[in-house]
């Protein structure tokens, strides 16, 4: 992605784009369907979610309780 700039002034169309693996597909799918996250999304190399109650941004993992990881991550917030 360094490179943009390069193919952007070349002349050439090219498109980039991240190349998401299955196991992250399928977590972005998990948290778009929660109903405590508002959005998912994919971003060098990792994986977030936003919060619906608050709108934290949180990172996730393939293995993450999500429910666990947005209470914990409330929990910090509050203190």
């Known amino acids: 992605m360094k490179k ?3 193919f ?3 002349g050439k169309h090219y498109r980039l784009s991240d190349d998401v693996t299955e196991r992250n ?19 060098n190399g990792r994986v977030f979610g ?13 293995y993450d309780d999500i429910d666990q990881k947005v209470r914990s991550r409330r929990r910090r917030s509050e203190r």
């Open 50 to 62: 936003k919060t619906v109650s608050d709108g934290n941004r949180i990172k996730f993992d393939l």
């Open 25 to 43: 597909s399928k977590l972005i799918q998990r948290l778009s369907d929660h109903e405590l996250i508002e959005s998912a999304w994919y971003y």
């Open 4 to 6: 943009r700039p390069v």
């Open 8 to 10: 952007k002034n070349s």
